[in-house]
């Protein structure tokens, strides 16, 4: 992931709708969800989650397949760690964490 990627990205969850979105079908995994759904489950009006999904997707972070009339929207796990991977690129001055979770990178 080069900068250009990521800043798109972190612009696109830098809202809190998009961000749930993008939870929601990360949660839902490979199945994906379709937009009613989405829209059921987060209790947002479809032409607002539609606007949403449409920039997460500019963004990379969710794929959208159409399957008969629906619509698949699944969150882009290699996109999502693509960003995780270029936050994390130099922690520790390049050493790999030895502790993991919350703390990860306080000790470095």
């Known amino acids: 992931m080069n900068e250009i ?3 798109n990205a972190l612009s696109a969850l830098a809202h809190a709708q998009r961000l749930r979105t993008f939870r929601a079908l990360v949660v839902a995994g490979p199945a994906g969800l379709t937009p009613s759904t989405l829209a059921d489950q987060l209790q947002v009006a479809r ?10 997707a ?12 629906n619509l698949i ?33 306080t000790a470095c």
Not at 88 to 93: D, G, V, Y
């Open 47 to 56: 032409n607002t989650l539609s606007f949403h999904l449409k920039e997460l």
């Open 5 to 7: 990627q990521a800043i």
């Open 58 to 69: 500019h963004a990379g972070l969710v794929t959208v397949e159409q399957q008969g009339r």
């Open 73 to 105: 929207y699944r969150a882009d796990f290699a996109q999502m760690n693509g960003l995780l991977g270029y936050l994390t690129e130099h922690c520790c001055q390049g050493a790999a964490c030895e502790i993991s979770g919350a703390d990860a990178c």
